[in-house]
């Protein structure tokens, strides 16, 4: 029963990870990691996943990059081995919030650019380039508060 669900979850880690656009193997890599009761080295995630090194020493980069990943030391031992990071679903949540920022702020540029050069272009894309704008300011500002709220759950 353990067995099943350890592989349901890592495969369903997989396939939440494709729905976002991201590899597959990157979910399955943090499912395997968030189930694990210690950390694991490179050559046992490749082994319990069945999966080549070189892939999973790339996606372990990517993740470490985005805090969701961190390299943990352990005494007497020469390998690198890895652990989900403590925080990882609030910073996984922070990468996105990133990404939706950048959204904010190419909707700013262009709606300025509009408003500024007298565009005569398409009405459609100045009311796209405006309802953008505010959909994403209004993203972010409930962004902020969840992860504000999150903050305080987590301290308490």
């Known amino acids: 029963m353990v067995d099943n669900i350890k592989r349901d979850f890592i495969q369903d880690f997989g396939e939440a990870y494709h729905m976002f656009g991201l590899p597959r193997l990157m979910g399955r890599i943090v499912g395997l990691l968030l189930h694990a009761d ?3 080295s ?7 996943l069945n999966v080549s090194k070189g892939p ?13 990943v961190k390299r943990v030391w352990i005494p007497g031992d020469r390998k690198d ?5 403590k925080n990882i679903f609030e910073n996984s949540f922070v990468h996105h919030m990133k990404m939706m920022e950048h959204n904010l702020t190419i909707a700013k540029k262009y709606h300025q650019l509009v408003k ?3 565009y005569n272009g398409s009405d459609a894309f100045k009311n796209n380039i405006q309802e953008m704008e505010l959909f994403f300011e209004k993203v972010q500002l409930h962004y902020s ?3 504000d709220d999150w903050r305080t759950i987590k301290d308490e």
């Open 145 to 147: 508060r969840l992860i």
């Open 116 to 118: 500024n050069n007298k």
């Open 81 to 85: 081995y890895y652990s989900a990071d």
């Open 42 to 48: 490179l050559d046992s995630i490749t082994e319990q």
């Open 56 to 68: 999973v020493s790339q996606i372990i980069k990517r993740l470490r990059d985005h805090n969701q």
């Open 38 to 40: 210690s950390p694991l």
